[in-house]
């Protein structure tokens, strides 16, 4: 399957844009001048990295006057592959929209709620679940494995998870339930996660700015 990233002029006056996180990329509202619109249809399973390998590489070329928007349709798949485009998102200059057009589940979501703001089609709804994986080798090596992946699963639901999911929830789907979310519900969990994460923003640059101006931190810089 070839994954196609379309091009345009963009048109920002046509998009409901919902702003999520205080990023560079949102000055892009207040600015008059040409802009590249890029749409990506994460459509189907997600599949192996280099099958993206355009998607990541125009995500961290783009500049902060561009627009990318993400349409998911998936049901997940590949988690490694998810986190190569959450990492090019991050990346990115551009402001990054996610549209669910219908299906959003598994590492599909992650892939969503790493974008800098959000639309929902009519229909739009989302799955929640733990990643599963499996190993093969000596008994002691499995042991190993699995205390590894549980460590690492944790810490990762956690950092993308956190603000959209309660505690609760969160230690529910560790512990193997899945979650399940409509229309109305998303919307009003993604009303959460950006005063959230907005909250925790503001908090990182205030702990900053005290650290810059600590004198511990003038006297090695000097």
């Known amino acids: 399957m070839k994954h196609q990233l379309n091009?345009?002029?963009?048109?920002?006056?046509?998009?409901?844009?919902?702003?999520?996180?205080?990023?560079?990329?949102?000055?892009?509202?207040?600015?008059?001048?040409?802009?590249?619109?890029?749409?990506y249809y994460l459509f189907g399973e997600i599949v192996e990295a280099s099958e993206y390998i355009e998607l990541l590489d125009t995500l961290r070329s783009a500049n902060e006057n561009d627009q990318f928007v993400i349409r998911v349709n998936s049901g997940g798949g590949l988690l490694s592959t998810a986190n190569a485009i959450i990492n090019a998102i991050n990346e990115s200059q551009a402001?990054?929209?996610?549209?669910?057009?219908?299906?959003?589940?598994?590492?599909?979501?992650?892939?969503?709620?790493?974008?800098?703001?959000?639309?929902?089609?009519?229909?739009?709804?989302?799955?929640?679940?733990t990643s599963s994986s499996g190993y093969v080798g000596k008994e002691s090596e499995q042991h190993s494995y699995v205390a590894h992946s549980r460590?690492?699963?944790?810490?990762?639901?956690?950092?993308?998870?956190?603000?959209?999911?309660?505690?609760?929830?969160?230690?529910?789907?560790?512990?193997?339930v899945d979650l399940y979310f409509d229309r109305e519900e998303i919307a009003?969990?993604?009303?959460?996660?950006?005063?959230?994460?907005?909250?925790?923003?503001?908090?990182?640059?205030?702990?900053?700015?005290?650290?810059d101006a600590s004198p511990v931190k003038k006297q090695l810089l000097s």
């Open 151 to 176: 460590k690492k699963i944790h810490r990762m639901m956690k950092n993308r998870y956190e603000g959209f999911l309660t505690e609760s929830e969160l230690s529910r789907v560790l512990d193997g």
């Open 188 to 211: 009003e969990r993604l009303e959460s996660y950006s005063t959230y994460h907005k909250e925790k923003f503001m908090q990182e640059m205030e702990q900053q700015e005290k650290e």
């Open 7 to 39: 091009k345009h002029k963009a048109n920002f006056d046509d998009m409901e844009i919902l702003p999520m996180f205080p990023s560079q990329s949102q000055k892009l509202l207040r600015k008059e001048m040409t802009s590249t619109l890029y749409e």
């Open 95 to 129: 402001h990054v929209h996610g549209v669910i057009e219908s299906e959003c589940a598994s590492a599909a979501t992650m892939v969503f709620l790493a974008c800098h703001s959000y639309s929902l089609g009519e229909e739009a709804d989302m799955m929640i679940h």
